[in-house]
Every structure is written in structure tokens, then in C-alpha cells.
């Protein structure tokens, strides 16, 4: 099992770029996917980004498509989420999560349990 922390949040007006990182903790975190989920103030938790635990595939939201990059850095434990564009409907609290094996497609369509403490993105208008 890994821990995992993410950072990199902050306030940016519409049209900035932010880039989010979740480090993780432990000695496998290559065999895990990670992906990237959000929840804006009264809505439900959404999913955002996924790459597979090789980086061989990505998957994301249609609403970011074109906007926002996942990657890893498996020699460092860490997952990335490269922001750009960014509109006001992206604010949220950004969670970062792993799932050993999976597929990052997988990811998009798993629920999870166990969440950190996520990482607030503000885009101002």
C-alpha cells in the first residue's frame, strides 16, 4: 500500500497554468496506476486524469482533454497533473490516487475509499 500526498495547489486566474504533485510513499510505486480526481463545493467527487503504472496509457475527463497532462516520474514516486487553461469550473480540492495493476481506464471507473488530503485549485474569473 502506498501513502500519497498532493500539493502544487493554489490560486490562478482563468487562462493560468498550475502543476499538482503526488508523492508516494513505499518501494512499489511502479506497479500501481495513479490517477487524479477533483470535488468542487457541493458536488460529488469526479474523476480527472489516469495513467497506467508502465505510463504506456493515459485517460481523462472530456473536460480536460486538450488542457491538462498526467505523468509520472517512477524514479522520484511521483505523479504530476499539468494544468493549463485553467477555467473557473476547474476549481476544486484535487486528490491524487493508486491502484496496483490497473489500467489507467480502469481508474476512471473505479470508486475509491481512502483519500488523502487533497490539494485546493482555485481559478479565478
Known amino acids: 500500500q502506498v501513502r500519497l500526498v498532493e500539493s502544487g495547489g493554489g490560486l490562478v486566474q482563468a487562462g493560468g497554468s498550475l502543476r499538482l504533485s503526488c508523492a508516494a510513499s513505499g518501494r512499489t510505486f511502479s506497479t500501481y496506476a495513479m490517477g487524479w480526481f477533483r470535488q468542487a463545493p457541493g458536488k460529488e467527487r469526479e474523476f480527472v486524469a489516469a495513467i497506467s503504472w508502465s505510463g504506456a496509457s493515459t485517460d481523462y475527463v472530456d473536460s480536460v482533454k486538450g488542457r491538462f497532462t498526467i505523468s509520472r516520474d517512477n524514479a522520484n514516486n511521483t505523479v504530476y497533473l499539468q494544468m493549463n487553461s485553467l477555467k473557473p469550473e476547474d476549481t476544486a480540492v484535487y486528490y491524487c490516487?493508486?491502484?496496483?495493476?490497473?489500467?489507467?481506464?480502469?481508474?476512471?471507473?473505479?470508486?475509491?475509499?481512502?483519500w488523502g488530503q487533497g490539494t485546493q485549485v482555485t481559478v479565478s474569473s
Open positions: 490516487n493508486a491502484d496496483r495493476w490497473a489500467t489507467a481506464q480502469a481508474m476512471a471507473l473505479r470508486n475509491y475509499v481512502n
